[in-house]
């Protein structure tokens, strides 16, 4: 099913306005349904939404340029720029406001405990990554392209992104089934990265098909309905969502 520009925008209003909101409350744990099973955090990081751990997965070396794909608060940005070095580099892009307001504060907290100036954050869509082509060693991201309307043309952008030889290391939210048609349409569920994730099939698939290689699951657990906080939407649709949906981590080179 294709998807038209003008819902293509809806979903990136409705995903900027759930987590601007997560961002505007910075609570270490989500207290709303805008959230991918919040996890304790990097010191900096204190906002974790993440679905796993790519960074532990990666072989980030020093002098590396890394870049990471829907960095809110920069989590995985600030564990990874102390592996890249100061002649490497981490890049964290994402769209919305006051996410990357908050990445700008914990930059200052990082940069005065690390002595490091290696990290920035871009504003920008992972549809249409701001970055050059080839710029990239390693592509990272965490429970983010589940959000995406047009999660074909993320992991094309990542592969442009990145040098030939380079890795992708992507931590998601799938589908394991079809959900029944009342929670594929819930606004809140999409936000909470469960609604708009994709059959596992067609994420690979959509790996594949924008040239990735040598594609390897690296981790894959059931998705827990209501995570680590008690979350209201995720909560009631437990019943239907149990066993509906898995957090996976994928590798695959350029
Ligand atoms: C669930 S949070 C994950 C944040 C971070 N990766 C982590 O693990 O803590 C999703 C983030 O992706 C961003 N995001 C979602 N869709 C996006 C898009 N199409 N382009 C850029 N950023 C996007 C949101 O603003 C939000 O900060």
Known sequence: MKITIKEHRGIHKLVCKAYGQVAAKSTSCCSGSSCCGPKPAASEGELGLSCGNPVAFSKVKKGMTVLDLGSGAGKDVFIAAPLAGAKGKVIGVDMTPEMLKLAAKNLVKFTARTGLANVEFRKGLIEKLPVKDAEADLVISNCVVNLSPDK??????????LKPGGCIVVSDIVLNRELPPALKKHAGLY?????GALLRRDY?????????????????????????????ITDKAGKALNGAASSITVFAKK
């Not at 936000?191 to 609604?195: I, S, Y």
């Open 152 to 161: 074909p043309e993320v992991f094309r952008e990542a592969f442009r992104a």
């Open 204 to 232: 690979l698939g959509a790996i594949k098909d924008a040239g990735f290689k040598g594609i390897k699951l690296l981790s894959d657990n059931a998705y827990r309905a209501g995570g680590t906080c008690s979350d209201p």
């Open 191 to 195: 936000a909470a990265c469960v609604a």
